[in-house]
């Protein structure tokens, strides 16, 4: 059974820093890509960032622009979102997730596997 962990959420005051990390075990299915959605309260999750299968990376550039930035380690099969320079508005849960196969893309529909989320919480 596939698992996605996700860790490093907390409160910080803005401007401050934040390193997501997401495990992925128990399961084998070739390439996929690993991702960050986010759920502010009372908003729809939309999607932060994501490394694909080949490495490369895209970004939901309006709302991270600059401050975000994707990274993995294979070595212990982790995603990792480093957040930067953090403000009020980046306050929510952090969702993985996992999509199979070789697609450029990731959105909600697309997503395999989620994790059950972390909450990310930015005081002004």
């Known amino acids: 059974q596939v698992q996605l962990v996700e860790s490093g959420g907390g409160l910080v005051q803005a401007g401050s820093s934040l390193r997501l990390s997401c495990a992925i075990s128990g399961g084998t299915f070739g390439w996929y890509s690993m991702g960050w959605f986010r759920q502010a309260p009372g908003k729809e999750r939309e999607f932060v960032a994501a490394?694909?299968?080949?490495?490369?990376?895209?970004y939901n550039v309006d709302s991270v622009k600059g401050r975000f930035t994707i990274s993995r380690d294979n070595a212990k099969n982790t995603r990792n979102l480093q957040m930067n320079s953090l403000k009020p508005e980046d306050t929510a849960v952090y969702y993985c997730a996992v999509r199979r196969g070789t697609s450029p893309t990731m959105t909600q529909s697309t997503v395999d596997y989620w994790g059950k989320g972390t909450l990310v919480t930015v005081s002004s």
């Open positions: 490394i694909r299968w080949d490495g490369t990376t895209i």
